[in-house]
T-cell receptor
């Protein structure tokens, strides 16, 4: 089955700096790669996703890149703000079933 | 507006009790999922269902069962609760068709087994 590894487990950044979270996956059949954000005490929510036929996708301050050959994908957050503090989960999917990474705790310090 | 609800936010049960966690979605989604969330382990899939009365094991089904008698409702059952089942349980739902497999999550149930 699919195995997703996520790094780092914690990330502390200064407000205004960029944050990068990296994930690798094992199943070459995976074709959908979402990122979820979970604020403290709240449910995970989708923030951006990418399909395997696309190499990069951007939505305002967040972007995701995918390297199918190397089986890794990354989340980039630019100009970080305090409200970006949360746990971020990557996931990989084929046919709608998601395999999640272990999560990255991002702390944005003023 | 998308809505997934879970029957309880907090639950305390004793070892050996039978526990029912219920999830309801109002989006007419075909797929429903149960995860448990533990620190450092992410979200691990327990069971999922692609249709009414259909169920598939996820990565950690041992000690759990599920029921889906109606499209909007997916129940997780702990036949005999144990302390290692103390965790946050999250339900999710998604569509089968369309361009996205986005899963919509419920608020979670924090279960403590003593």
């Amino acid at each position: 089955g699919e195995n997703v590894e996520q790094h780092p487990s914690t990330l502390s950044v200064q407000e205004g700096d960029s944050a990068v979270i990296k994930c690798t996956y094992s199943d070459s059949a995976s074709n959908y790669f979402p990122w979820y954000k979970q604020e403290l005490g709240k449910r995970p929510q989708l923030i951006i996703d990418i399909r395997s036929n696309v190499g990069e996708k951007k939505d305002q301050r967040i972007a995701v890149t995918l390297n199918k050959t190397a089986k890794h994908f990354s989340l980039h957050i630019t100009e970080t703000q305090p409200e970006d503090s949360a746990v971020y989960f990557c996931a990989a999917s084929s046919w709608g079933k998601l395999q999640f990474g272990a999560g990255t705790q991002v702390v944005v310090t003023p | 507006d998308v809505k997934v609800t879970q029957s309880s936010r907090y639950l305390v049960k004793r070892t050996g009790e039978k526990v029912f966690l219920e999830c309801v979605q109002d989006m007419d989604h075909e797929n429903m999922f149960w995860y448990r969330q533990d620190p450092g382990l992410g979200l691990r899939l327990i069971y999922f269902s692609y249709d009414v009365k259909m169920k598939e094991k996820g990565d950690i089904p041992e000690g759990y069962s599920v029921s889906r008698e109606k499209k909007e409702r997916f129940s997780l059952i702990l036949e005999s609760a144990s302390t290692n089942q103390t965790s946050m349980y999250l339900c999710a739902s998604s569509l089968t068709s369309g361009s996205s497999y986005e899963q919509y999550f419920g608020p979670g149930t924090r279960l403590t087994v003593t």
